[in-house]
């Protein structure tokens, strides 16, 4: 009976420690799609950009007017691949920190803070919230992307 106890305990261990590594792996395939992004804009990758999301994407921009209103802006995912992709001499670094990932079944949430940076000159801040769906594939889309902007205050990395 004790070895048989044993062996339970053990098994649900090694469950447990499997679940784990799978969650842990899910995190990090999310991590990178999000980290791919940046790396991307970037370096005017349009096309590496262009495969973290699903076409379907839904893009949208939270900022206050200069009145003093909250606004809602929706962008595109094709406009946004058109910037990206179009010849600009200067970078456009977005820094990410305080990162938070939530993961159930195929549906990912990611919140970040962020600083971005045209070359090295500070131009807004805010938080990106991505929603992310795996594919039938295995691989992780972003289909969801909302983000608030503003000049100050900002937080900076």
């Not at 261990?13 to 991307?40: H, P, R, Y």
């Not at 990162?99 to 990912?108: F, K, R, S, V």
């Not at 801040?125 to 992780?140: H, I, R, S, Y």
């Amino acid at each position: 009976m004790k070895y048989l106890y044993t062996s339970l305990v053990l098994i649900a261990t090694l469950l447990s420690a499997s679940s784990i590594n799978a969650q842990q792996t899910e995190t990090e395939q999310v991590k990178k799609v999000i980290e791919d992004l940046f790396i991307g804009m970037k370096q005017g990758d349009s096309s590496l950009v262009s495969s973290l999301f699903r076409k379907d994407v839904r893009m949208l921009t939270s900022y206050t007017s200069p009145e003093g209103q909250p606004l809602l802006k929706e962008g595109s995912l094709q406009d946004f691949l058109i910037a990206i992709g179009t010849p600009h001499p200067n970078v456009w670094n977005e820094k990410i920190w305080n990162t938070e990932i939530q993961i159930d079944d195929n549906l990912a949430q990611v919140w970040t803070d962020y600083a971005f940076y045209v070359d090295d000159k500070f131009s807004h801040c805010g938080v990106d919230a991505f929603q992310l769906a795996k594919e039938n594939d295995g691989q992780w889309k972003i289909v969801h992307l909302i983000d608030t902007r503003r000049k100050s205050p900002c937080k900076t990395p």
